[in-house]
């Protein structure tokens, strides 16, 4: 019988890379994790590790380990929502990863009736781009994870990964008071005539940026991105203060007027998709589906306004 233990260290070598990643990850030296890793090589009877440089790197045969630690962990998870599903009482502490926009407008009205209807369940939420908390979700730092997909650009679905759809949140071309003279014959002209205009994007990297770039490139020209960052309420200041143009999603203004003049984007680039994530056998865990109801509650509020925009 293999060391459960052992096995899922093996489990987040692979996902972690390092033997010093998985070391913080779970407050344990490097050297204790080695040893560890080195008695299951012992125990299973084959070389598990290799050398690459200085790093080492999972043989074949702990690939397969690998895999069937996997499915034993989501047979593991699934008792553990069982087990949850009985009691009478929601407790126990849930993990939320969500990008900036979610956390501002969806995540606060989903903690207060979370609150209201489960006050002995502790949410914890950690502000991160969902291209860096799934790969944390798959290594078991997060329970759910708030992520969205823009037009062309769909997302890996590893198998171990279960989505499920949140709502469409609509994206406009923001423009700054300074290209009002850019309102022309259809969405593609007005974003053309921002050809040599100033932009704010996101970083190099990240789904947004991909998406972004693509639809002024399919316009005809490379735009000019001269302010980076994943903050959208940082993007939104820019075009108010007229220092660039910027594509902005609704939940930007958290369901209140827009600040600035909005354009429509061309046909099939209108929205974005945003959807929750969580592990295989862990969608059955009351806390789990506590927090995607309140999630899809605070998504389906009625809105006080429709963002302005023309054609």
């Known amino acids: 019988m293999f060391d459960l233990h052992r096995l899922r260290l093996l489990r987040?070598?692979?996902?972690?890379g390092t033997l010093a990643a998985v070391a913080a990850a779970l407050s344990y030296s490097p050297s204790s994790v080695s040893q560890q890793l080195s008695q299951l090589e012992t125990e299973v009877g084959v070389r598990l590790l290799e050398p690459v440089g200085r790093r080492v790197r999972l043989t074949e045969q702990a690939e397969i380990l690998v895999a069937h630690t996997e499915a034993v962990l989501e047979r593991l998870g699934r008792a553990e929502a069982d087990i949850a599903a009985s009691l009478t009482?929601?407790?126990g502490t849930l993990r939320i990863a969500s990008f900036q926009t979610t956390a501002l407008t969806l995540v606060p009205t989903a903690l207060d009736l979370l609150r209201d209807q489960y006050p002995h369940l502790r949410v914890h939420v950690t502000h991160?781009?969902?291209e860096t908390a799934l790969p944390a979700l798959q290594a078991r730092d997060f329970d759910l994870?708030?992520?969205e997909e823009y037009p062309g650009n769909p997302y890996p679905r590893p198998a171990e990964l279960e989505q499920e759809d949140l709502l469409e949140?609509?994206?406009?071309?923001g423009l700054p008071e300074s290209a009002?003279?850019?309102?022309?014959?259809?969405?593609?002209?007005?974003?053309?005539?921002?050809?040599?205009h100033p932009w704010v994007m996101e970083p190099e990297g990240t789904a947004a940026r991909h998406w972004a770039m693509s639809l002024c490139r399919n316009a005809g020209f490379e735009p000019d991105v001269r302010f980076e960052t994943t903050d959208v309420l940082l993007h939104l200041r820019l075009v108010e203060q007229k220092h660039a143009a910027a594509f902005l999603p609704d939940l930007v203004w958290s369901r209140r007027p827009p600040t600035v003049t909005l354009r429509r984007l061309p046909r099939g680039q209108r929205t974005r998709r945003i959807f929750t994530v969580v592990r295989n056998g862990s969608s059955r865990h009351p806390a789990i589906q506590a927090c995607r109801s309140a999630l899809l509650r605070a998504a389906t509020q009625p809105s006080d306004h429709a963002p302005g925009q023309h054609d």
């Open 12 to 16: 987040e070598l692979k996902h972690r």
């Open 89 to 91: 009482d929601l407790t």
């Open 128 to 130: 991160m781009e969902p």
């Open 145 to 147: 994870v708030l992520a």
């Open 169 to 173: 949140d609509p994206l406009h071309l």
């Open 180 to 196: 009002h003279g850019a309102d022309a014959d259809g969405p593609m002209t007005t974003l053309r005539s921002l050809a040599g």
